[in-house]
């Protein structure tokens, strides 16, 4: 069968391509899905006749609900992957939408983090009155949602501001609303510098006003609010000011105040961290701050993968991709680890994919944010997090992708990768098998190095499946290319 294209720019247009596909008994290996028009020309469009004993597509509330909000995760495969999903329903395997299924943690994964990036907005938009001019919007908003969700968002707002017009621009689309109607439009606006405000200055100082310098905690300040929603809120422009004069002083000043006014109140000033238990881990990944690398990622990043795989990958730490999908691997170096994968006859989703590090590390470059190298007390902070993957996962064989990954494997930040390349050691009853990163690939200076750094990992996969075949005894055996 030829590719078939399908043209899917949102979630009804996939909906009513997907129906026609199921229709025609389309597996999913032969579907192109393109999201602009004219991206896959190179592939023919094969219109077949519609089959008449195709299967009735009933669906169940869950699954279509699942899908279409999976459907506003921002990644380039997104409707191949909800086709799969579809797919495999279609074929009976209804454990598709478990989250112990590889792709059905994949699709929660991806709601998840949809259902978040909504309730962000719900919190960081910040409406900005105009001076007034006719026919515009009295407010207007600026917001870089990382996922696509402009539309149920602005209905949120619809139903709470009344007839009070207003718009949201966000870098790829915009949304009106005239007091009565949701208008969508394109992209108008490319900053909140765009936005004259004239209700800022208000909004400022009462801002300032209800700043208590006796109770600000900077810490948990900017663990409600991530680093990235800071430069499009009016107050983060203050904030910094009023910090450092709260840890100046006026802290004291603060409580003087308030408690020293009750008869025998001790001024005793306390931490409001130190006034937190103690715990081993926190609750969740994302609540961690155990180092400082959280303050300036999207997210953190969690492995995925079956919940009893037994071949786990630990690479270094997300990339700028993976930081802003919450999943790990689906950069460049996601690419060529999938490729090694296919060469080595590895499947990915036979295997649990993770990080060392859960935080993006990262430096600014110009407006692109470049990876920066964990520091050992990083990567120690966040073993107890791949320390807990292990232990529930508990795979037979781990491969450590690159230097970082060993080191906090062996909890040793003096572990050197070379050596063990082709040697497979054992660690507290299972194989590790130690192969280049696969970002050491793409910045191989030549041909022939990149070459011979992919052959390593590919080696290096097999040899993890020959461990767990049995195929070889002391881990020495010789790899067959
Ligand atoms: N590099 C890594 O080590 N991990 C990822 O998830 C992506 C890039």
Known sequence: MSAVVRLAQCFDEWRAAARELIALRVPPAHVQWQSRPGEGDLFSVAPEATDANAPQLRLPRQLVELLQAAACFNVHDRWAFLYQVLWRWQQGQHDVISPADA??????????????EEH??????????????????????????????????????????GSTSWMIATPTASMLWDGSTLHAGPALMSGAADIDDAGE???????????????VNADLLHSHIPSRFWKNLPEGAIVPAMLSSAAN???????????????????????????QPVRDLPTTLDQCRRCALWQHATQAVPGIGPAQARIMLVGEQPGDQEDLAGLPFVGPAGAL??????????????????????????????????????????????????EEEIQRVQPQVIVALGSTALKSLLQDGAASMTPLIGTPIESDGRWIVSVYHPSYVLRAPDEASRRQAYRVIVDGLKRATMLLEGVVENGNAAVSH
């Open 201 to 215: 200055a208000l909004w400022l100082t009462y801002y300032r006003s209800i700043f208590n310098p006796a109770r």
């Open 249 to 275: 002083g006026e802290r004291r000043t603060g409580q003087t105040a308030s408690v020293g006014q009750r008869s025998g109140a001790a001024m005793i000033p306390i931490a409001a961290e130190r006034a």
């Open 337 to 386: 680890l999938e490729q090694a994968m296919q060469e080595a006859g590895m499947a990915r989703d036979s295997v649990y994919v993770t990080n060392a590090v859960k935080h993006f590390k990262w430096e600014p470059r110009g407006k692109r944010r470049l990876h920066k190298t964990p520091a050992q007390r990083e990567i120690l902070a966040c073993h107890g997090w791949l």
């Open 103 to 116: 792709d059905g943690a994949r699709l929660h994964a991806m709601v998840k983090a949809v259902h978040r």
């Open 120 to 161: 962000d907005m719900h919190a960081y938009v910040r409406f900005r009155e105009r001076a007034e001019s006719a026919g515009a919007p009295r407010f207007v908003a600026w917001f870089e949602p990382v996922h696509e969700v402009l539309p149920q968002v602005a209905r949120h707002f619809a139903r709470r501001m």
